[in-house]
């Protein structure tokens, strides 16, 4: 009709396809990356070594050694440990941050202690070994997600700290070690920690194949405490 207003052109149709979309474009992240940012902590603030690549792995045998045990032997022998010395979970394993050095006394150690013809579910990893790394714990002031404590996370297959280590603390000075160890006057004893775990593993073994032992015995103090 003539003297009638032409109709507006529509917002979108000078614009490319992918401005219409319902959600916004994808933004790089403003920060590292979770693995770098994991990394950086652990070398960082801890001093840790960390191996090169992925997934993210600390090497043990420099500045501590490992006792990989069931949850349930590792949960028995916490009251061992100083309650600053680190400790990871991951499914049904708890790994104990022991001193480094440890896992080459381990053989000797429970033979001495007349554990070593038992196959007990016990191993250490010490100098050349590899230790998945849990994610460094939730920053201060920032809550942790539902689901996500340190029992959820192992329990969902990922490393997680149970016991985390405190950056700026002499972590070394908390790690069990034998007491003949030059500089570790006043660390937790390994020798009662192994002990405990190792009648622990054996108790694990033996409630497997359907008989479980009494509960006194190889649990209570050794002669020489």
Do not use: N
């Amino acid at each position: 009709m003539a003297g009638s207003i032409p109709p507006a052109a529509s917002s979108t149709a000078s614009l490319p396809a992918s401005s219409a979309l319902p959600f916004p474009r994808p933004r790089r992240p403003s920060g590292p990356a979770p693995e770098a940012a994991a990394r950086h902590w652990y070398e960082r603030v801890l001093g840790w070594e960390t191996a090169p690549g992925a997934p993210l792995r600390l090497v043990t045998g420099v500045r501590f050694d490992v006792l990989d045990v069931p949850a349930e032997a590792g949960a028995a022998a916490l009251r061992h440990l100083a309650p600053d010395s680190p400790v990871a979970l991951m499914g049904g394993r708890m790994r104990l941050l022991v001193a480094a050095g440890s896992a080459e006394e381990l053989p000797g150690l429970l033979d001495w202690l007349e554990w070593g013809a038992l196959a007990l579910d016990l191993r250490a990893l010490g100098a050349g070994g590899l230790l998945e790394a849990p994610a460094p714990p939730v920053r201060a002031g920032a809550g942790p997600r539902p689901g996500a404590g340190p029992v959820a996370g192992a329990l969902q297959g990922a490393a997680v700290w149970l016991r985390p280590p405190e950056p700026g603390r002499d972590v070394e000075a908390a790690l069990p070690a034998l007491p003949s160890y030059e500089g570790v006057v006043g660390a937790p004893d390994l020798v009662r920690l192994v002990d405990t775990v190792a009648a622990r593993c054996h108790r694990v073994r033996l409630r497997r194949v359907g008989a479980e032992p009494p509960v006194r015995g190889r649990d209570q103090p050794l002669a020489f405490s």
